[in-house]
């Protein structure tokens, strides 16, 4: 079973069209969620931490927000900057810590 | 200043042979990590490394092996090439032991023939 669920897989807008990428999560003992962005050819670039049910957190057009079975990043007012894959990670402790990443969310902002 | 660096970027070499990536960060970060990120852009932790405590993914086959010679370095050793080992290795570092803030290398894409 996935620990960590990312949809949708690929996500098309229009500029100045805002949306949300989701992340659901199925592991108990969450002890963090975190945002990644990743550019082509380029590792994934840190975006946000999120401990607890209802923490969100903003930078520039992006917002993460995390309830106690998944995580949403909303994007407001995209630009084709933003033009990226988005992945969201899992941190749990199950006797030990664990880390998964999500398969991704690809957005391509059209301008 | 690069952050997190990874040599070499691409690598081709046949399969049975042994191979060597580098990685040096100059963040002065606690931990470091070794990811793979198979083609279907999926990607996975291979080792944790902080204060020669090492984590390692029950997955990954014996044959990878990471070695830290000082706390801005881990190389990853592989042996044995096979062809399900062509992917994009990352490594990555983060200021504690607990997978936050992660700043990541450039990649290296291994193609095993």
Known sequence: EDQVTQSPEALRLQEGESSSLNCSYTVSGLRGLFWYRQDPGKGPEFLFTLYSAGEEKEKERLKATLTKKESFLHITAPKPEDSATYLCAVLYSDNFNKFYFGSGTKLNVKP | DTAVSQTPKYLVTQ???????????????????????????????????????????????????????????????????????????????????????????????????
């Not at chain 2, 990536?21 to 080792?47: A, P, R, V």
């Open chain 2, 15 to 113: 399969m049975g042979n042994d191979k060597s990536i580098k990685c040096e960060q100059n963040l002065g970060h606690d931990t470091m990590y070794w990811y793979k990120q198979d083609s279907k852009k999926f990607l996975k932790i291979m080792f944790s490394y902080n204060n020669k405590e090492l984590i390692i993914n029950e997955t990954v086959p014996n044959r990878f092996s990471p070695k830290s010679p000082d706390k801005a370095h881990l190389n990853l050793h592989i042996n044995s090439l096979e062809l399900g080992d062509s992917a994009v290795y990352f490594c990555a570092s983060s200021p504690s032991r607990a997978y936050n803030e992660q700043f990541f290398g450039p990649g290296t894409r291994l193609t095993v023939l």
